[in-house]
């Protein structure tokens, strides 16, 4: 029998933890002045080097609007840039200007404090095991 009670809620679940983790980074990441958010925007577009908007966007999961309202801020200052791509294509490309990649540097210290701390609560060998069944999960039952 199926009830309705957080026990058996998988979304409730995985939000619950989501927001646990998340506010675990904050509180580290909010050292450097920026969000658990703008965070993973900047790694992102480091490794994915000239990415669209879309494309962010789809690395991300994450819907357009809400990306937008994340960007704002970072490229207010100065830490995204926008590039029109150089052969002949109009298209908008994302990339982190030299103040950019000194501010995810310097996050990036508070990111692997908050990372050691989880690590320490949950076990290092249980997070590795959770973020891969986490990847999985994104590539296998979210497809479209």
Not at 55 to 65: F, G, H, K, S, Y
Not at 71 to 77: D, E, S
Not at 107 to 113: I, K, Q, S
């Amino acid at each position: 029998m199926h009830t309705n009670s957080p026990e058996n809620d998988d979304c409730f679940a995985i939000r619950q933890a989501a927001r646990h983790i998340s506010q675990l980074y904050e509180r580290y990441l909010s050292q450097a002045d920026v969000t658990s958010s703008q965070f993973n925007i900047l790694a992102t577009i480091k490794r994915g080097s000239k990415l669209t908007m879309i494309e962010l966007a789809q690395a991300m999961v994450i819907d357009r609007t809400t990306l937008v309202r994340a960007l704002r801020p970072l490229q207010r200052n100065g830490l995204v840039a926008n590039e029109a791509n150089g052969n002949g294509v109009r298209r908008l490309e994302l990339t982190l200007t030299a103040s950019g990649h000194a501010k995810l540097e310097e996050a990036m210290v508070y990111w692997r404090l908050a990372r050691d701390e989880f690590q320490r609560q949950f076990g290092q060998q249980q997070a590795a095991a959770l973020r891969d069944e986490l990847f999985r999960l994104t590539r296998e039952v979210s497809k479209d």
